[in-house]
């Protein structure tokens, strides 16, 4: 069965408001709680450190030097902190571009979960400007993270494929299929985030969903109509 994404009605159009304000205050939540409860938590660890490391008297180079390592081993951790808060916040495998940041979720993807996750393009050079990258970046993460909670899946394929005008990406898995979205309940799927993600580019996308599992296809044009 498809189902096509239309234009919202008034109340669905409130609904995806209130949606979007939940994920920004959810998100502000937890980078709030990963701040006070990884970076300030270390940083205050690492403070302490220091300070017993000024007291101390050291009967020898060896021991004031085995010293200096656990403290810049705490330092080490620290950076490391920072650099995954950043990361969380925008990936820094975009640097690298669409295709393969596409890829490299797919492995990871793969990796952390155990189901199969194949990563296709026709063109590896496919080049697109920073905003669309970064939202079918999202749309990926968010569509392979409903397979995860739902689908019951063994294999996902994700392809990519781009012309002059427009981009698509296309997410197939071989779960259970979406049987709530065949009453149009999308929300149950966390599928409004991604809905909203892809309007924001005038794009659109389109659900086939049955007992042999799921495909997500998404339309982004471009250019701005």
Not at 43 to 63: G, M, N, P
Not at 103 to 114: C, M, V
Not at 152 to 173: F, P, R
Not at 191 to 219: H, K, V
């Amino acid at each position: 069965m498809i189902l096509q994404s239309t234009v919202v009605d008034e109340e669905e159009l409130r609904e995806l408001i209130d949606h979007q304000e939940r994920i920004r205050e959810d998100e502000r939540k937890r980078i709030a709680r990963e701040i006070h409860d990884e970076l300030g938590q270390r940083l205050l660890a690492l403070r302490i450190e220091v300070t017993l490391l000024k007291q101390e008297t050291f009967d020898s180079r060896e021991k004031r030097s085995e010293r200096i390592d656990e403290v810049l081993g705490q330092l080490d951790s620290t950076v490391k902190s920072v650099r995954n808060l950043i990361n969380n916040l925008r990936p820094a495998v975009l640097d690298l571009g669409l295709v393969a940041s596409l890829d490299w979720q797919a492995k990871d993807f793969t990796r952390r979960n155990g189901i199969e996750c194949v990563f296709e393009t026709h063109d590896e050079n496919l080049e697109v400007d920073d905003e669309r990258a970064t939202v079918l970046f999202r749309v990926l993460q968010e569509a392979l993270t409903n397979i995860v909670k739902h689908a019951k899946a063994s294999k996902v394929s994700v392809k990519l494929d781009g012309n002059d005008d427009t981009l698509v990406l296309k997410i197939s898995d071989n779960g259970i299929g979406m049987p709530k979205v065949r009453n149009r309940k999308i929300k149950s799927y966390g599928l409004a985030g991604i809905r909203e993600r892809i309007g924001m580019l005038n794009g659109e996308f389109r659900i086939a969903t049955g007992d042999t599992g799921t495909t997500l296809t998404f339309r982004i044009p471009l250019k701005t109509k």
